[in-house]
Structure formats: structure tokens, C-alpha cells
């Protein structure tokens, strides 16, 4: 009987830890959904377009003045997505005025960079950092 009791109260415990880690995780989630909505409108596109699965990509490629079909690269093809990936990070960088630097920081600590990207006051120069 006690151990009967062990389990249900243990269920319990991970029912409310599971329940815990879906509410942060979906908090994070909406974090990064509009600190993206916010990249998206300093590039003068649709915030709206972050919330739409492949037609994200396309605007993000639009942002960073690269063509529709690299998200055909970056979605089927494996290892060179990667490299596209990595680049595509260093051109969106670019876009907004910053260096290297900030495309390390991007790519190994994207909690902190994109935030900053988003909210700090970055301004879009351009695809790539060309002046428009």
C-alpha cells in the first residue's frame, strides 16, 4: 500500500514538472516569435510572415538578399545546409550594420544576440549590409 502511494504521488510530481516545462517552453517559443516579428518589421517586411513554416524562410532570405530557392538548399539537403545556415546567419548580420562578432554571438548564443538584434537598435541597412 505505501508503495502504491509512492507511485501516485511521484506521477504527480512529473505530471506537474511536465506541465511546468510546456508552459516555459511555450513562454520561450513566444519570446523568440516576437523578438523575430520585431527583426522582420525593422526590414520592413510583414511581422506576420514569422508565424508561417517555409514562408519564414523566403522572407528571411528576401532580408538577407539571397533567392527563393536557397531555402530548397537549406530545407533537403543535408551538410550543405549547414554551411548555408551558418552563412545565412553572417548575411543577416550583415543586414543590420554588425561584423563577425555578432555573427558568432548569433550562432553560439542566440539567446542573448537575437534579443539584441530585435529589441537593442540595430537598423537594417540593407541585404547584406548594402546601403539601399
Same mark, same amino acid.
Given at each position: 500500500m505505501i508503495l502504491l502511494d509512492y507511485f501516485s504521488e511521484s506521477d504527480m510530481f512529473f505530471q506537474s514538472l511536465t !506541465?511546468? !516545462? @510546456? +508552459? +516555459? =517552453? &511555450?513562454? +520561450? %517559443? &513566444?519570446? =523568440? +516569435? @516576437? %523578438?523575430?516579428?520585431?527583426i522582420y518589421t525593422k526590414a520592413g517586411k510583414p511581422g506576420w510572415a514569422t508565424l508561417i513554416p517555409i514562408y519564414n524562410y523566403i522572407v528571411l532570405l528576401q532580408i538577407i538578399g539571397k533567392p527563393w530557392w536557397w531555402v530548397l538548399i537549406i530545407l533537403f539537403i543535408p551538410i550543405v545546409n549547414i554551411i548555408f545556415i551558418i552563412w545565412s546567419i553572417n548575411l543577416l548580420s550583415k543586414s543590420f550594420g554588425y561584423g563577425v562578432g555578432f555573427t558568432l554571438g548569433l550562432i553560439f548564443l542566440s539567446f542573448i544576440f537575437i534579443p539584441i538584434l530585435a529589441f537593442g537598435n540595430a537598423k537594417y541597412v540593407g541585404p547584406a549590409g548594402d546601403a539601399k
Open positions: !506541465t511546468s !516545462t @510546456i +508552459i +516555459i =517552453y &511555450l513562454l +520561450i %517559443a &513566444l519570446f =523568440y +516569435i @516576437i %523578438a523575430e516579428w520585431k
